[in-house]
């Protein structure tokens, strides 16, 4: 079946680093692959997300580009801040699905 | 900005006892979903919603989990019977829409930590 496989946390780097998560998934047909963000104590918030191959999906300085060939989703972001703390899931939604299937999460920790 | 609400935040019950998580969905929104995240785990779906009946529903909801829509606003999970192994993080959801109708977002609540002791 579908699923989804991310680096292993925790992740812990100094402000202004940049950041890479590798993310990569199994799927057939054409997925939409989606990067959510869960700070402490809060819900799940979408963070970007791309419905289609090559596709760039961006927000808050985060991006991530769907490579078919590779089956990746990587996140990144160039300079991070103390305030991205928090902790990232890669995600994929099947294409004749709804429900979301995710990985396992990755703990990021950014030291002033 | 709309969003979802769930309550309550934190659940303590007795293993055997019945537990009702309750969520208010975005309020246009059409279908339902409840996730699930047992601590230090990927978080899992457990069963989507529409039309007043389930759309799709995973190996882990079994007889003991049902779901309701009892009135225009609120999405409910009940468990009859509560194991230890029922603890986790409980997260409703809600669309607009669905996959292949649309690339719809599924909008997350704050979720509802449940305890079972």
């Known amino acids: 079946g579908d699923s989804v496989t991310q680096m292993e946390g925790p992740v812990t780097l100094s402000e202004e680093a940049f950041l890479t998560i590798n993310c990569t998934y199994t799927?057939?047909?054409?997925?939409?692959l989606f990067w959510y963000v869960q700070y402490p104590g809060e819900g799940l918030q979408l963070l970007l997300k791309?419905?289609?191959?090559?596709d760039k999906g961006s927000n808050k300085g985060f991006e991530a580009t769907y490579r078919k060939e590779t089956t990746s989703f990587h996140l990144e972001k160039g300079s991070v801040q103390v305030s991205d703390s928090a902790v990232y899931f890669c995600a994929l939604r099947g294409s004749s699905a709804s429900k979301i299937i995710f990985g396992s999460g990755t703990r990021l920790s950014i030291r002033p | 900005e709309p969003e979802v609400t769930q309550t309550p935040s934190h659940q303590v019950t007795q293993m055997g006892q019945e537990v009702i998580l309750r969520c208010v969905p975005i309020s246009n929104h059409l279908y339902f979903y409840w996730y699930r995240q047992i601590l230090g785990q990927k978080v899992e779906f457990l069963v989507s919603f529409y039309n007043n009946e389930i759309s799709e529903k995973s190996e882990i909801f079994d007889d003991q989990f049902s779901v309701e829509r009892p009135d225009g606003s609120n999405f409910t999970l009940k468990i009859r019977s509560t194991k230890l192994e029922d603890s986790a993080m409980y997260f409703c959801?809600?669309?607009?829409?669905?996959?292949?109708?649309?690339?719809?977002?599924?909008?997350f609540g704050p979720g509802t930590r449940l305890t079972v002791t």
């Open positions: 959801a809600s669309s607009e829409g669905r996959q292949g109708a649309g690339s719809y977002e599924q909008y």
């Open positions: 791309a419905t289609k191959a090559d």
């Open positions: 799927a057939t047909g054409y997925p939409s």
